[in-house]
């Protein structure tokens, strides 16, 4: 094996016709539908701690199941490198942070406001809330707050996560990233010596205000942006070598670490878990080889996967919810037995149901972030044409 070398870019490289590009979407789309079926299985199945004899098929689907923590790291990561290296190809650019800001907003709320809304009618339909002419909900987690509060990435900050939609802790995360990364910028990047100061100031302010895991987490983030700007060159057999060191890692913290909740204690073996996935996205600059079926093939699937996958990682807790009611309701139970065949095709068939809703709501809004992005980019920004010229006194 040749030794690696590292190269430090100006622009980020990255477009959909490399390898880079592919493994990042199966990355996304993958990690979401992990999320999906680790929470599904939690929610139907009983937990395998407290099974004396539990079957291997169950086993295995528990331990198959069982990487949405570092599926969420893999969120991390990729946002930063894609949110993160977006604003570094831009900065300095005229209104850069004002289209960033917008970019951002209209990606969240694109989908999640109409989440929201989706939920709420789902509470109401199973019982779990009761309109109040006071809120929108009879409970903190229906709350007018709440609804607005999670709109601001404030859950898990000063409101409940909505509606007990608890994936939504990561949004808030990543609302504040968004937030303190071009703070960060410019600190070192703003002119003159008010703007970093004032960066500086408010970044202090934010780290202050938030939770203290919270902002250790963005140094994953951070990880991401970073290596947006390097480039590895090696051979194919060391890109091999890190995919195996990646997944060993990642099995061995599955197996003895942290995988409930982020934790300080947690931070040290995320870190080691995400590091050589960010080496490997380092190293894959390569074009996709377009005569390889098995190329374009794994290019369809990863991109499919990803460009529903916000909304899967949104709304899947929610649809849970409501299959749960109409188990209970129209056949007398909500909960699987692991040692049934049977009830294991129901779960597969549940899962079917999860990325389908998904995928249905992705065409309705998601899929219209870039149109939406369009319009207030066309009203809130403005245009930058040539300059209209004074009128002359005594024209010649």
């Known amino acids: 094996m040749s030794t690696p070398s590292f190269h430090c870019l100006r622009q980020s490289q990255l477009n959909d016709n490399t390898m880079q590009s592919l493994l990042m979407n199966l990355l996304r789309g993958l990690a979401s539908l992990q999320v999906a079926a680790a929470h599904l299985r939690a929610e139907i199945y009983p937990g395998l701690r407290g099974l004396e004899e539990p079957s291997l098929a169950y086993m295995g689907l528990a331990f198959f199941t069982g990487f949405a923590h570092q599926a969420v790291m893999v969120?991390?990561?990729?946002?930063?490198?894609l949110v993160g290296g977006s604003l570094l190809d831009k900065i300095g650019k005229p209104q850069a942070l004002r289209s960033y800001a917008i970019d951002r907003v209209t990606r969240l709320w694109t989908v999640l406001l109409p989440m929201l809304v989706m939920m709420l009618g789902i509470g109401l339909v199973i019982g779990t809330i009761a309109p109040e002419p006071s809120g929108l909900g009879a409970s903190d987690e229906f709350s007018a707050a709440a609804f607005f509060g999670n709109l601001l990435g404030l859950q898990t900050v000063v409101v409940d996560k909505f509606g007990g939609n608890y994936p939504l802790w990561s949004l808030a995360n990543e609302t504040w990233y968004y937030i303190q990364f071009p703070m960060l910028v410019l600190v070192f990047t703003g002119r003159g010596i008010l703007r970093p100061l004032a960066a500086a100031?408010?970044?202090?302010?934010?780290?202050?205000f938030l939770p203290y895991v919270m902002t250790l987490y963005f140094g994953i983030w951070l990880l991401g942006a970073a290596f947006s700007r390097i480039r590895i060159d090696c051979s194919f057999a060391t890109r091999v070598v890190v995919l195996v060191i990646a997944l060993a890692i990642s099995v061995y913290y599955r197996l003895t670490g942290v995988n409930d909740d982020i934790l300080p204690e947690s931070f040290g073996q995320d870190l080691i878990c995400t590091l050589p996935i960010v080496l490997l996205l380092a190293s894959m600059h390569a074009p996709i080889d377009r005569d390889s079926a098995l190329m374009r093939r794994l290019g369809q699937i990863g991109k499919h996967l990803s460009e529903f996958s916000f909304t899967l990682y949104v709304l899947h807790v929610p649809v849970i919810d409501l299959i749960q009611y109409i188990g209970l309701t129209q056949f007398g139970r909500e909960k699987l037995d692991p040692s049934s065949a049977a009830d294991f095709a129901i779960y597969f068939g549940i899962l079917g149901i999860l990325m389908l809703s998904a995928w249905l709501s992705y065409l309705v809004f998601e899929r219209n972030t870039y149109r939406v992005r369009r319009l207030a980019k066309r009203l809130l920004l403005q245009p930058q044409?040539?300059?209209?010229?004074?009128?002359?006194?005594f024209p010649k």
Not at 75 to 81: D, K, R
Not at 385 to 393: D, H, I
């Open 75 to 81: 969120f991390f990561l990729i946002s930063g490198w």
């Open 201 to 208: 100031a408010a970044l202090a302010l934010t780290v202050a």
């Open 385 to 393: 044409g040539k300059p209209v010229a004074k009128p002359m006194l």
